[in-house]
Structure formats: structure tokens, C-alpha cells
């Protein structure tokens, strides 16, 4: 007899073989009769969810994580939404994105195909749930989910809606399986599960992403961790940026794409700076600069060097004035996570230069970083952002759930 996690895999190993062969039609029912009773079970979810809630405030988790936890009526909508929008976009299983004659006379062409069983490892939000398994189901994959004990409550009764949506549809529960069981080893076993899981996405903070990037025997795609900057260049629109910092930071600060740094060009900072600590201090963040910023506004408090790559998920953003947007591109790409970076300007060449050098996944111009979202890219949701440059970069939507096979055609041929 296997292990608990053991059996988990072997369940998903052998259902991930009869939904890789289900058609376009039968995933899009059961996407949409999942969404229908996540909608149906809402305040039975909302129930579920406050336990976790309590449950977090009595531990003393700060309020930023605790809104990454907490479902409202319209984030459970939101999730529906989302499995509607995967099961109205294009089935990518069965592609054929190459096909070429060679001069022996065969036909070699490449297929898309799924990946198999898909692990994901996450923290805190139980919208990833029913995010992972939309994505996967459509691109015939299994998925086995561990998510956070902080969420268990939360993730249970998503789960239940979707598996039962499923068998109202007469298709494979097991399609999502949970792990229940929250205790750390779960995490080092399937780590190490790789006769039954094809990929490992860890989903969270950054030693939860490290601990699986190093110590996997499983094929992993990294989601980094986001410590994303708005740069403001000496040809800003000033309003224009300070709103967008200030949407940036506060819409939701315990996000990845949250901005996180801001660095300024010295010609607009004495305009721009006092205007944003404004905006933000009104929104309680604290704020953490370098000297000349400090000079501008008696409000920043002193910056340290780790300030520089903090991720920080919380009501706190550093400040930094440079001389010039090298110098504001070398800063960034020194700091940065590879996840989101953006610049205010209107200055054409600054913005192709900013998009053209900064080495991130999503390189924005006159634009929020909250925009990097699987949904909000037309995805209907995502599986992670990726900040490797393997595979997959940037929101990982539908093709990046999917591999190739190479098929060949031929009519005798041998090699001699």
C-alpha cells in the first residue's frame, strides 16, 4: 500500500490518460457546469471561507494576506467567469503547429498535446483553485492541488462544487484532486512524485518557491515572486502616473503584480513625489527612500539596500531618484524579479528602449503592473506567472499547459 500522496498520484496518473482523450465539447460541459455550481454553492463557500478568515485574524495575519484568502460574491463569480472564458477559448489539444515535407517523402508535423498530471503547490488565495483546474481540464490534464492549511476550508468546498459539476456531466472527478492533508511532508512527497506527476508549479511566496526549485525530482516551472517597479521618466504625464502608482499599489498590495518600487527621473521628482506620497500615505503605505527623496518629502523614512528587492506584499514602497532612464533601467534590472516593470512617459524612444532592455516578462508603457493576469490578458485565467524563460514566460494561459508530439507520415520509407 502507497503512501496517501501516492495514491493520490496514481488516481491522477490514470485519469489523466481518459481526459486527455475527451473532446472540445465534452471538457467545455463540464468547465461550464462547474462554473454553475460554484455560482449555486456560493454562500456555502462564503460560509467555508469565513472559517478560514477567523481563523487567520486569530493567528495575527496581516490584513494584505488576509484579502488574498477572503472570497466576496463577486471573486466567486469572478472564478465562474473565469471557467466560462477557458471553455469559450480554442481548444489547443490536437494542433498541428508544424507539418513539412522532407525530400525522402515523409510528412513530419508536430501536434499539441497535454502534459499529463499538473502538481501545484500554493499559498493563501482559493481563487487558484478553481483557476488551476479550468486550465488544466481544457488542456486534458489532471491536476493535484496542495494548497495552504490557512485555506483548507476555503479550497475543500471549491473543490466539492467543481468535482460534483463534473459528475453531473457523467465526466472523471478525479479530473481535480486535493490534497487534505496540510502537514509539510505532503510538500517533500510530491516533490519527489515524479512516476505520477509530469510538472510541479509552486504557486506563493519566495522560500515556498525555492524549496520546490531546489529540492524537486519533478520537471518544475517557476512562478516568481514579484518585486515590480513603475519607473517615471522626465517626460511623465504626471497625473497620469500618479494615478496609475497609486492603482499599482493600493488596488490590492498582496499580489504579485503589485508595484512594489518606484524610481523617478530627478527632472520631475520635486513635482511628482510629494503628489504620490500624498496619494499613498492616504492609503497608509509607508513609504522608504533614498536621500534625495527624502529631501523632497520629510514623510519618506530612510531606505535601506535590502529595500532595493523586497517584495513586500504589505502597505510599504520604496522610492529611488536617478539621474537618467540607463540609470533607472540598470537599478531595475538589478533589483527586480522578472516578473512586471512599467514606465510613465511620453517620450517614443525612452519607451521602446524601456521595453527593448528591461528583462522582465511583462514590460509595460503608460500602464498599470496589476494588468499581469491571465485573465485580464484573455487568458480566462492562469495557472501562475512565470519568471523563468523556459517552456513558459509571463501568464501561463491554456498552451502553456500543453507539450508536442511529433507525428510522422510515411509510405515505405526506410533508412539506409
Not at 534625495?292 to 514602497?317: F, K, M
Request: charged share 30%; with cysteine; aromatic share 4%.
Amino acid at each position: 500500500m502507497g503512501s496517501y500522496i501516492q495514491e493520490l498520484g496514481k488516481r491522477a496518473k490514470e485519469v489523466s490518460r481518459f481526459s486527455a482523450k475527451l473532446g472540445t465539447e465534452e471538457k467545455n460541459r463540464g468547465l461550464l457546469a462547474a462554473a454553475e455550481e460554484l455560482c449555486v454553492r456560493s454562500a456555502y463557500l462564503l460560509d467555508e471561507n469565513e472559517k478560514d478568515i477567523k481563523a487567520a485574524k486569530e493567528k495575527g495575519i496581516k490584513q494584505s494576506l488576509i484579502d488574498r484568502l477572503r472570497l466576496t460574491e463577486k471573486r466567486i463569480e469572478d472564478m465562474a467567469q473565469g471557467l466560462r472564458q477557458v471553455a469559450s477559448l480554442e481548444d489547443p489539444i490536437g494542433e498541428v503547429v508544424s507539418m513539412k515535407n522532407r525530400p525522402n517523402g515523409l510528412r513530419i508535423g508536430k501536434r499539441r498535446v497535454p502534459l499529463g498530471v499538473v502538481g501545484i503547490i500554493y499559498e493563501s488565495r482559493p481563487n487558484v483553485t478553481a483557476d488551476a483546474f479550468g486550465l488544466c481540464f481544457k488542456t486534458g490534464n489532471a491536476v493535484i492541488l496542495r494548497g495552504g492549511s490557512d485555506a483548507l476550508h476555503s479550497n475543500l468546498a471549491i473543490v466539492q462544487a467543481i468535482r460534483k459539476g463534473l459528475e453531473k456531466e457523467g465526466l472523471p472527478r478525479d479530473a481535480i484532486l486535493l490534497v487534505e492533508d496540510t502537514g509539510r511532508e505532503t510538500v517533500r512527497e510530491m516533490m519527489r512524485l515524479h512516476d505520477y506527476i509530469d510538472v510541479l508549479i509552486p504557486r506563493g511566496g519566495a522560500s515556498l518557491i525555492a524549496n520546490v526549485v531546489e529540492n524537486s525530482t519533478v520537471p518544475v516551472i517557476e512562478t516568481g515572486t514579484g518585486n515590480c517597479h513603475i519607473y517615471v521618466d522626465a517626460d511623465a504625464d504626471i497625473p497620469m502616473a500618479v494615478e496609475i502608482i497609486e492603482n499599482a499599489k493600493t488596488q490590492r498590495m498582496g499580489v504579485c503584480n503589485a508595484c512594489e518600487s518606484l524610481v523617478i527621473h530627478e527632472a520631475v521628482a520635486g513635482g511628482v513625489a510629494p503628489e504620490i506620497v500624498r496619494r499613498l500615505r492616504a492609503h497608509q503605505v509607508e513609504i522608504r527612500g533614498d536621500e534625495r527623496a527624502r529631501r523632497i518629502s520629510p514623510e519618506i523614512i530612510p531606505a535601506s539596500e535590502e529595500d532595493w528587492g523586497t517584495e513586500y506584499l504589505d502597505a510599504v514602497i520604496s522610492m529611488k531618484i536617478v539621474d537618467s532612464i540607463d540609470e533607472a533601467i540598470t537599478h531595475i534590472n538589478r533589483y527586480n524579479t522578472g516578473h512586471s516593470e512599467s514606465i510613465i512617459t511620453r517620450d517614443y524612444e525612452n519607451a521602446l528602449k524601456f521595453q527593448d532592455e528591461i528583462d522582465a516578462a511583462a514590460v509595460y508603457v503608460n500602464a498599470s503592473t496589476r494588468f499581469t493576469d491571465g485573465f485580464e490578458f484573455g487568458f480566462g485565467a492562469e495557472i501562475g506567472i512565470s519568471t523563468q524563460k523556459l517552456h513558459a514566460r509571463g501568464p501561463m494561459g491554456l498552451e502553456a499547459l500543453t507539450s508536442t508530439k511529433y507525428i510522422i507520415f510515411g509510405n515505405g520509407q526506410i533508412r539506409k
